[in-house]
Each structure stands twice: as C-alpha cells, then as structure tokens.
C-alpha cells in the first residue's frame, strides 16, 4: 500500500510538471500560422542629397556653405517647395590633411550637410532634380518612393493573413472529422518591404539637363507590406 501510494504520488507531480511547463496548451484547440500582403502606391518621394563647400579656411568654407544652401532655398522655391520643409540631417566640419606630406599639413576645410526633401506632390519630382542637378557642391542625389500613411496598409495585409489562417484552420479541423470554434488568441506581425537604392557618386552638376526628366511619365513604385499572423481557434 505504501508502494502505491509512492507511485500515485510521484505520477501527480509528473503531471502537474507538465502543466508547468506548457502553460500555453488549450484542450480542444488548434494553432495556424499564415501570411498576407497588400501592395500600395507611395505617397511620398523622397529626395536626399549632400550640400559640401571646400575653402582653405574653416571660415571660408563655413560661408562657401552658406552661399550653396541659400541657392538651394531659391533653386527650391522656383520649384514650388518650401525650403522650410526640408529636413537636415547632419552637419560636418573638419579639416582636409595631406597624409603624403610627412608633417601631414593642413590643406583645406570642408564643410557639409545631408538633405532630405519630401514631397507629396509627384509633379515636383522633376523640376526639384532638375533644379538641384545644376548647383555646385550638391552632390549624391537620389529619389525613393515611401509610404508615411501605412495604417491602412497594414490592415488589410493583416486582414489577408487572418483569412488564410482561418481558412486552414477550417480545412484541418474538417480533415480531422472536428467543426472550427472561435478564435481564442492571435498575434500578428507586420513588415514593410524597404527599397535599397544605391548610391549616386556622379555628382549632379556635371549633368545638363535636356529633355524630360528621367521620372517622367513612369509610374511610381508601389510599397509592399506582410502580415504574419498566429491564430489559435478553439474545436467543436
């Protein structure tokens, strides 16, 4: 009897173990996993260059710099965009070292900065590239497509992945001779698919603009963006 005791005693606490350890487990319960995406046109074009000034002083170069971005705030307003809006992301001063000289002697200064213009309006993109390529001292330029409105998106890519879960979910339960109850959990996940886009090391003054733009009359690329989504559904 004390044997039996022993052994019923230790079979509980296997069990109550292993009920420790899968503390997600539901009875009458499958889980699924799917994706889903949804494509959307951009509303954004983002345009990003580098605006440099190279002087044999500090102080040169900081109003050489000084001149270049004043261009670049007229260059902009005559292309309908409000200097105001653009975005700076860095600012450098330092000086340029001859290392080939042995005393590796000072030989200029160089100042610069990163900019970054969003435009919503599509139709801009072609005279702002146009007006940037002829200013000296702007170099690196490059145009992407972003989606700053992506609530939307991702809602219906998230719709996509939950009906293909549900969808499964129905076929494996139908295969295994059950009904599909409710769903009892999800969790979700969303990407957006960034574009790599290279860069620019032609500098854009040494392009003369003839023609149309290199954008126009194409169309903008579209954003994709996944959903994944785990559901777990309860059995009839």
């Known amino acids: 009897m004390r044997f039996a005791i022993v052994v019923l005693l230790l079979a509980s606490i296997g069990a109550f173990a292993q009920e420790i350890r899968n503390p997600g487990f539901l009875p009458n319960s499958l889980s699924v996993g799917a994706d ?3 494509e959307s ?9 580098s605006l ?18 004043e261009q670049m705030r007229q260059a902009l307003r ?16 330092y000086p340029i070292i001859d290392y080939k000289n042995p005393k590796q002697r000072v030989v200029a200064y160089r100042v610069g900065t990163n900019v970054t213009i969003k435009l919503k309006d599509f139709n801009k993109i072609g ?26 998106a991702k809602q219906k890519a998230i719709d996509k992945a939950y009906g293909r879960a549900r969808t499964y979910a129905e076929t494996l339960a139908k295969t295994s001779g059950r009904q599909l109850g409710s769903l009892l959990s999800a969790a979700v996940d969303t990407q957006q698919a960034i574009p790599v886009v290279p860069y620019a090391r032609v500098a854009m003054a040494t392009m003369e603009a003839k023609g149309p733009a290199p954008t ?21």
């Open 36 to 38: 889903g995406e949804f």
């Open 41 to 49: 046109p951009p509303d954004t074009a983002v345009i990003t260059c």
């Open 52 to 69: 440099s000034a190279q002087e044999n002083t500090s102080q040169a170069a900081f109003e050489s710099a000084s001149r270049l971005a």
């Open 78 to 93: 005559s292309a309908g965009v409000d200097p105001k809006t653009v975005e700076l992301s860095r600012y450098s001063s």
């Open 127 to 152: 005279p702002v590239t146009e007006a940037l390529a002829g200013l000296g001292g702007v170099t690196g330029q490059n145009m992407s497509y972003d989606l700053e409105e992506i609530d939307a």
């Open 216 to 236: 126009e009359e194409f169309q903008a690329s579209r954003i994709k963006v996944t959903a994944h989504v785990n559901a777990v559904f309860g059995l009839q």
